[in-house]
């Protein structure tokens, strides 16, 4: 069974760190692009950050551009966001995601998510 | 960037009716959009792809159409469990973006 297990919320000061991971299980992960996208409490969709199979490339949002890096490790079947910088804003459930099979850009697995909580 | 509008914001229908929903794109994005369900507390899913690709156990009531900067998700005929909020999603060259979503309700 596919899984994504995604770790690392909490509550976290504005301009501090965080560092979330994501475990993933029953798929060649180093064969497949992952990204990260984010909700907002009550609120819409939205896109942070992707990687493709072999790391060598990254993509951001302009909302997280120079504050998040997105990394990953297959050797250990593992994702990771790090967070710096956070402000307010950025308080949303965090999913880590992998693409549909043999796409790049559409999202086809997704965990149940971490809560991040950016407050003073 | 590409800003996708879906409307309407909310739809009010019955079991049994038929659903339309709208998506569009400020600039051509060809036959680049997802379709996504989202229900309370969960995860969303992706159902369309390549604007009428049915994902891996999505049911034929889900239908995808459109291209350029208009697209529709249609559900033939409203089960209960379809009762939940969708969104449409685009990229372009690694730009990707989310419309903010229509809410289907019960009415």
């Known amino acids: 069974e596919v899984q994504l297990v995604e770790s690392g919320g909490g509550l976290v000061q504005p301009g501090g760190s965080l560092r979330l991971s994501c475990s993933a299980s029953?798929?060649?992960?180093?064969?497949?692009?992952m990204h990260w996208v984010r909700q907002a409490p009550g609120k819409g969709l939205e896109y942070v950050s992707g990687i493709v199979s072999y790391g060598g490339s990254t993509f951001y949002a302009d909302s997280v551009e120079g504050r998040f890096t997105i990394s990953r490790d297959n050797s250990l079947n593992n994702l990771f966001l790090q967070m710096s910088s956070l402000r307010a804003e950025d308080t949303a459930v965090y999913y880590c995601?992998?693409?549909?099979?043999?796409?790049?850009?559409?999202?086809?697995?997704w965990g149940k998510g971490t809560t991040v909580t950016v407050s003073s | 960037e590409i800003v996708l509008t879906q409307s309407p914001a909310t739809l009010s229908l019955s079991p049994g009716e038929r659903a339309t929903l709208s998506c569009r794109a400020s600039?051509?994005?060809?036959?680049?959009l997802a379709w996504y369900q989202q229900k309370p507390g969960q995860a969303p899913r992706l159902l369309i792809y390549d604007a009428s690709n049915r994902a891996t156990g999505i049911p034929a009531r889900f239908s995808g159409s459109g291209s350029g900067t208009d697209f529709t998700l249609t559900i033939s005929s409203l089960e209960p469990e379809d009762f939940a909020v969708y969104y449409c999603?685009?990229?372009?060259?690694?730009?990707?973006?989310f419309g903010q979503g229509t809410r289907l309700e019960i009415k």
């Open positions: 995601v992998r693409v549909l099979t043999g796409y790049y850009y559409y999202m086809g697995v």
């Open positions: 029953g798929f060649a992960f180093s064969s497949y692009a």
């Open positions: 999603q685009q990229h372009n060259n690694w730009q990707i973006t």
């Open positions: 600039l051509s994005v060809s036959r680049s």
